[in-house]
């Protein structure tokens, strides 16, 4: 029963919310609310703390677009500047910006912008987008095939950013425990996540993950003059294997 009352009243909204000036609007939200009653169901069973991490898609985006409104930007390091081109980009073509954000096993994605505005080698990645019934966040994963190692330029396998009007439940440390389930499939023995030395909120989300600090240190040049980072380190042992 309660089942059925919270899907009505998501179908209600999205009825409010879709102009239907054409069947290809009909056919979108035909597939958004079949992919959103999919979704409630992984949903409840994925996250006790009522988050499901999903693939970024135009599904989304609205309210994606949403939160990059509000101030919300998922680039920790370019912050409001990242999220205006984005805003910019969803605004050109919305269809191409989740292109952009598919999964890139290969590193086919173009350079990407470093804070000092050169442009950085890509590495494999894959971006997932927290939700609860609404957009909460961006959490992404890159690596390098067969290594635990990372171009210096990278900082850390995972990063991820919660929008400020749903922090403090939990979200970030549950769809980093999502994550390192990807990172296991990868291959990978251990991550590797930096953060900075003011920013208690995401060392607690790492370390309510099993992260232990490795080393302070001095970001590479790209990110601006002697700032200093902490590494932690995240151990993946396989299933059945003792931990230390
Ligand atoms: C860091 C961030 C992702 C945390 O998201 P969140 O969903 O609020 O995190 P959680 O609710 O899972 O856990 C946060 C933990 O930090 C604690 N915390 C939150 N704000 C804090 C603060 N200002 N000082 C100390 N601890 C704080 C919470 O109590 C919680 O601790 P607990 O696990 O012991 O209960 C979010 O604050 C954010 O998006 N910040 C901006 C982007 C960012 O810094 N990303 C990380 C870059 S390395």
Wanted: aromatic share 10%.
């Amino acid at each position: 029963m309660v089942i059925c009352l919270r899907l009505a009243r998501r179908v209600s909204r999205r009825l409010r919310s879709v102009t239907f000036d054409n069947m290809k609007h009909r056919a979108v939200l035909c597939f958004s609310l079949e992919a959103e009653w999919l979704l409630w169901q992984h949903g409840a069973m994925a996250s006790a703390s009522g988050i499901t991490l999903v693939i970024p898609a135009e599904l989304y985006l609205a309210d994606y677009a949403g939160a990059l409104a509000r101030g919300w930007s998922p680039d920790n390091v370019r912050g409001a500047e990242a999220a205006r081109e984005e805003l910019a980009d969803i605004e050109r073509d919305p269809a191409e910006f989740i292109r952009g954000k598919a999964d890139d096993r290969e590193a086919k994605g173009p350079p990407f912008k470093m804070p000092d505005g050169s442009f950085s080698r890509r590495i494999p990645g894959i971006i997932r987008w927290l939700w609860d019934g609404a957009f909460c966040g961006s959490i992404g994963f890159r690596w390098q095939p067969g290594t635990e190692a990372l171009p210096a330029h990278v900082l850390g396998h995972i990063g991820y950013a919660v929008v400020p009007w749903k922090r403090g439940r939990g979200y970030a440390r549950t769809a980093l425990a999502f994550m390192l389930d990807e990172a296991r499939a990868e291959g990978l023995a251990y991550v590797e996540l930096t953060t900075d030395p003011d920013n208690p909120a995401s060392q607690k989300v790492i370390m309510g993950n099993g992260g232990f600090l490795v080393e302070r240190f001095q970001k590479p040049a790209q990110y601006g003059v002697g700032l200093q980072n902490l590494r932690y380190r995240i151990m993946l042992p396989r299933p059945g294997t003792p931990v230390p």
